[in-house]
């Protein structure tokens, strides 16, 4: 039985754009900004929401090396907002407390948040460029003319995958996608996130192909009845999903066809993966 592809679901890291560049570039530019942001940004309505937010969370942090820098923070001449007490605001005292959320791997919403505008601004002064795959423009251009519908799941923010694909080196790819998807559709080691995908793209899930680099994702994919493809790039698996790819034989992985460049797919003749 073939299944005919009418709709490509991508994953990004590790299956469009190298890791290297979300941990390496991304990040550690965020890091390396988010100070000098703050200042500048410091009277932008936006910018501020956030930030109070990250004072709520700072407060209530009751991690002693958080404490510590909250009591540091109170040790200037400090002034009452909203009912907290802090320091005079200019925009950057917060960042010590954000340097360190960044360090200790802490997901906060507002940092993610502040975080976002940071690259925002970075891509469009040209400072960050989004890294995709050499292959990635070309094909995705090439499945678009052959009238496949494309479209983005990442575990990163809609925005962030739109700045992604807007500042690419191959310019802005954003028209070739149809559809955009983040966690707001759920995890993406969930049956149901992919079952809710389809249904947002109005598609049957055997029509769907969706590529990733992670055999979580295609397992709860394929649980979904959508056709997977493991991208497996050099250095693109962390080392313990390397092994389960190695280890594992195709019967145990459903069989899945991996690929390590999107060019290796035939999309008109993709076999459906073997129900039996
Ligand atoms: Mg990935």
């Given at each position: 039985m073939t299944e005919q592809i009418s709709h490509v679901l991508l994953d990004i890291e590790g299956t469009t754009c190298p890791l290297s560049f979300v941990s390496g570039t991304l990040f550690p530019y965020a890091a390396r900004e988010l100070g000098l942001y703050l200042e500048r940004h410091h009277q932008d309505g936006t910018v501020q929401m956030h930030c109070q937010a990250v004072i709520e969370a700072w407060q209530q942090d009751s991690d002693p090396q958080a404490r510590q820098l909250w009591n540091q923070a109170q040790t200037c001449d400090s002034v009452e907002v909203g009912g907290i007490t802090v320091r005079p605001w200019h925009g950057s005292e917060i960042e010590p407390y954000l340097q360190w959320l960044i360090a200790s791997d802490r997901k906060l919403t507002p940092l993610k948040e502040l975080q976002g505008m940071v690259w925002a601004e970075g891509y469009a002064r040209g400072e960050l460029v989004g890294d995709l795959f050499e292959e990635v423009p070309g094909v995705l251009q090439e499945w678009q003319q052959q009238g496949l519908v494309l479209g983005v799941y990442s575990s990163g923010s809609i925005a962030a995958q739109k700045l992604l694909y807007g500042h690419s080196q191959a310019g802005d790819l954003c028209p070739l996608f149809s559809h955009w998807f983040d966690?707001?559709?759920?995890?993406?080691?969930?049956?149901d996130s992919y079952k809710r995908i389809c249904a947002a793209m109005d598609v049957?899930?055997?029509?769907v192909l969706f590529i990733s680099d992670s055999m979580a994702e295609l397992q709860a994919a394929a649980a979904a009845d959508l056709q997977v493809v493991l991208s497996?790039?050099?250095?693109?698996?962390s080392p313990e999903q390397r092994a389960i790819s190695i280890q594992t034989t195709p019967a145990e992985t459903g069989g899945y066809r991996s690929i390590s460049n999107l060019n290796q797919l035939q999309l008109n003749s993709f076999p459906s993966r073997s129900h039996g």
């Amino acid at each position: 039985m073939t299944e005919q592809i009418s709709h490509v679901l991508l994953d990004i890291e590790g299956t469009t754009c190298p890791l290297s560049f979300v941990s390496g570039t991304l990040f550690p530019y965020a890091a390396r900004e988010l100070g000098l942001y703050l200042e500048r940004h410091h009277q932008d309505g936006t910018v501020q929401m956030h930030c109070q937010a990250v004072i709520e969370a700072w407060q209530q942090d009751s991690d002693p090396q958080a404490r510590q820098l909250w009591n540091q923070a109170q040790t200037c001449d400090s002034v009452e907002v909203g009912g907290i007490t802090v320091r005079p605001w200019h925009g950057s005292e917060i960042e010590p407390y954000l340097q360190w959320l960044i360090a200790s791997d802490r997901k906060l919403t507002p940092l993610k948040e502040l975080q976002g505008m940071v690259w925002a601004e970075g891509y469009a002064r040209g400072e960050l460029v989004g890294d995709l795959f050499e292959e990635v423009p070309g094909v995705l251009q090439e499945w678009q003319q052959q009238g496949l519908v494309l479209g983005v799941y990442s575990s990163g923010s809609i925005a962030a995958q739109k700045l992604l694909y807007g500042h690419s080196q191959a310019g802005d790819l954003c028209p070739l996608f149809s559809h955009w998807f983040d966690t707001h559709s759920g995890g993406k080691h969930e049956i149901d996130s992919y079952k809710r995908i389809c249904a947002a793209m109005d598609v049957e899930p055997q029509h769907v192909l969706f590529i990733s680099d992670s055999m979580a994702e295609l397992q709860a994919a394929a649980a979904a009845d959508l056709q997977v493809v493991l991208s497996d790039r050099d250095n693109s698996l962390s080392p313990e999903q390397r092994a389960i790819s190695i280890q594992t034989t195709p019967a145990e992985t459903g069989g899945y066809r991996s690929i390590s460049n999107l060019n290796q797919l035939q999309l008109n003749s993709f076999p459906s993966r073997s129900h039996g």
